[in-house]
């Protein structure tokens, strides 16, 4: 049984930072791809980083040069460094697993976690 398990997620001020985490279970971790999405109230939800099994990354553009998405294959693990917060970047952030290389739509994704919300006040 494949389970991905977010934590890390809560209340930061305008301007700081957060890491979450991703622990993976129950699947090839190092032949996966892994990314975070997020959905805020009333919205689809949105891709934001994407990492390939050998840490090749891709992100959205309203995260580009401030959010870093990095894995340790060994402890089944990602993380989201998210600097600089914005108001606009509170939403319910997943963790996600998929088959190709670095996907990067909701589509290629497989499995997902629970959420973890990040919450940045205006």
């Known amino acids: 049984q494949v389970q991905l398990v977010e934590s890390g997620g809560g209340l930061v001020q305008a301007g700081g930072s957060l890491s979450l985490s991703c622990e993976a279970s129950?699947?090839?971790?190092?032949?996966?791809?892994m990314g975070w999405f997020r959905q805020a109230p009333g919205k689809e939800r949105e891709f934001v980083a994407a990492i390939s099994w050998s840490s090749s990354t891709y992100y959205a553009d309203p995260v580009k040069g401030r959010f870093t998405i990095a894995r340790d294959n060994a402890k089944k693990m990602i993380y989201l460094q998210m600097n600089s917060l914005k108001p606009e970047d509170t939403a319910v952030y997943y963790c996600?697993?998929?088959?190709?290389?670095?996907?990067?739509?909701?589509?290629?994704?497989?499995?997902w976690g629970q959420g973890t919300q990040v919450t940045v006040p205006s």
């Open positions: 129950g699947l090839t971790f190092s032949t996966f791809g």
């Open positions: 996600a697993a998929g088959r190709s290389y670095l996907p990067r739509t909701h589509q290629e994704y497989v499995y």
